[in-house]
């Protein structure tokens, strides 16, 4: 069902934990749904220093969590949020159809915690948030 | 490895198999056959029977062979509404079915009949008073399953059949995850219509069969020759069903050493699970259930990662999480009892079996919360609750 890479990465889940002071953090799924991710990220001159991952979710949910922030990790930030579900689904060699969701929710967590670091540094330079 | 989903499949005894062997190149007769060859085999099939109607208390005509669980559910309802005289176009089951149940009224539904799919209690349990209410001068059939196979939650269908019984109506049970496990007296159980299948109580994958009582009209759903009676045509699964009948001969006589020693086994790890997890819980723990199964919910992780690092470490379980159905729903076993959705997604089973010993709950007991430990870590929802 699942590649040897999907289950290297659900065991032995790179980057996991909860980040102190992240400079972005995006936060994608529903507890209903079964999948929630968090993403933290430490960005420096646009490029992203650090990320970090928080998931609770199926084997495939943890898998494309971890193989995620390896994907983006030492990426400056425009290059980063280029960043696709068929990417992540590639790096894991592949993905059961019906898991195929997790890649999904991987792609947004990592957009979400970029454009969350974005408003933060906007907010910061004193321009009026876009969202706000 | 430790095995602990024996409501999903069973091994075959060894002593199913040893009798099952001559019947694939030695003694390959066909059941049909005139010739002494073939009714060798004919011979073997109704001691099967024999040893199939002994253990159901009943006679052994009203024993239809099949190919399993899934077909003795289609046959004995579709194959009775087909049959029967009494014209109506209402008919009733429980909303925690098994699918084998739950689809074929759903496509049902879509034929033209109406169908009432009975809520549960927050134990799972159908409600005497639920089902009375349901009833309509036109319901033709009910379908309600003897234990569920997530919870293993009994349902009382001593009641629901002699209400059923008072009114005229067929009444159905799915018995697959209770034949073999626990005994069931069809002389004396008000039920018209049983299925069962060989593999949930140590026989072979591939054969199961129906309890039809006497004189109830049943149409083959499966047409051809005049096997089973008219009821189900097809040459015999000659060695799956013999296989059935020694693994119906060992239940009868092995039933009652079993019960006490796997449902200490399986309190044992519930009770371990408690102490040893904060917020567990056990699914209907106070309710009637079947002895080897515990449905477990876990706060704070998915189903499939648990299951998954059981699995890396030897133990082998099933999970009602949407994510091993190849849904993105939970179990709607959970959901019917009014589990919410987060909750629903965080569920473990556990289902014991005879060749369980204490040694391996004891293992268990020392790497499941390890697991959940490990796996509540990398939940932000546990590292959330903790700040």
Known sequence: MYSQKVLDHFRNPRNVGRMDNPDGVGKVGNPVCGDVMVMYLKIKNDIIEDAMFETFGCGAAIATSSIATELIKGKPIHEAQNITNKAVVEALDGLPPAKMHCSVLAEEAVKSAIEDYEKKRNEGEGKPAESA | ?????????????????????????????????????GQEARAAIEEARHHIATLMHCHEKEIIFTSGGTEANNLAIRGTLEATKKKGRHLVTSSIEHHAVLNVFKRLEKEGYEVTFLPVNSDGRIEIQTLAEALRPDTVLVSVMTANNESGVMEPIEEIGFLLHERGILFH?????????????????????????????????????????????????????????????????VPCIIGM??????????????V?????????????????????????????????????????????????????????????????SGSLEPSHVLLACGYPHEDAHGSIRFSL?????????????????????????????????LT
């Open chain 2, 1 to 37: 490895m430790i095995y602990l989903d024996h409501n999903a499949t069973t091994p075959a005894d060894p002593r199913v198999v040893k009798k099952m062997l001559p019947y694939f190149s030695e003694k390959y007769g066909n059941p049909s056959s005139v010739h002494s060859f």
């Open chain 2, 260 to 324: 006490f020693r796997i449902g200490a086994l399986r309190d044992k790890l519930e009770e371990g699970i408690l102490k040893s997890i904060p917020e567990v819980r056990i699914v209907s723990k106070n309710v009637l259930r079947l002895y080897n199964t515990s449905l477990v919910l876990v706060k704070y992780v998915e189903g499939e990662a648990m299951l998954l690092n059981l699995d890396f470490e030897g133990i082998e379980v099933s999970s009602g999480s949407a994510c091993t």
């Open chain 2, 173 to 237: 049970t799915d018995a697959v995850q209770a034949v073999g496990k626990i005994p069931l007296d069809c002389s004396s159980l008000p039920i018209d219509l049983l299925s069962a299948s060989a593999h949930k109580f140590g026989g072979p994958k591939g054969a199961g069969f129906v309890y039809c009582r006497k004189n109830i009209r049943i149409n083959p759903q499966i047409v051809g020759g005049h096997h089973e009676k008219g009821r189900r045509a097809g040459t015999e699964n």
């Open chain 2, 353 to 385: 079996g005879k060749t369980n010993t204490e040694e391996e709950i004891n293992t268990v007991l020392e790497v499941f919360p390890r697991v959940v430990e490990k796996l509540r870590k990398m939940s932000p929802f546990k590292a959330q609750s």
């Open chain 2, 245 to 258: 009948g020694k693994a119906a001969e060992i239940a009868h006589q092995e039933i009652n050493k079993e």
